[in-house]
């Protein structure tokens, strides 16, 4: 099984049976071991024989993946399906140092200068948690500290600004 950002492929080789084609795959039934099918089917873990690609294609379809697409070349054959791909980018997580610097550096594409309590109300971070992380932006040349500390404001460094923005 190969799984791919856009496609999951499995692959089984050695092809389809001889009296089996692409063309024909949804309609003959064909098993490589008939004793081991037999002890899976009443063992619960097959419901009924002949049915699984067709299952397969009823989900894809469904979920609007479209059909599978079927390759034999007589030395394996594979089967690769669309897999669902989440347009919305997720979330960084807040709970690590990592995702809270992704999470204060993506306020300032909304605008270009943030106070320490506008950055803590927006993302609802702890007021110690916050100082940290922003400290630690600072030092690691992110973000520009201007003013005293009540007062301070804070914007993106040149270089991560290019970053950011482009």
Known sequence: ILVYPTVIEWSSPGG?????TIETLLTAQFSRNPTLAQFLFHAGYIERF?????????ALRLAHLGD???YDDR?????????AVS?????PDLRTPEGRAASIL???????VWRQHEIMESLDIPRSTLQ???????????LIAQGATKNRIYQLSPES???LLS
Do not use: C, K, W, Y
């Open 68 to 70: 599978p697409e079927f």
């Open 106 to 112: 993506d306020l300032f594409t909304r605008r270009q």
């Open 87 to 91: 347009l919305q980018p997720t979330a």
């Open 50 to 58: 002949g049915m699984g690609l067709d299952a397969v294609i009823d």
């Open 16 to 20: 389809l049976p001889s009296n089996i």
């Open 75 to 83: 030395h394996s054959f594979r089967v690769r399906v669309r897999r």
């Open 132 to 142: 940290r992380d922003l400290a630690s932006l600072v030092a690691e040349g992110r």
């Open 161 to 163: 600004e290019r970053r």
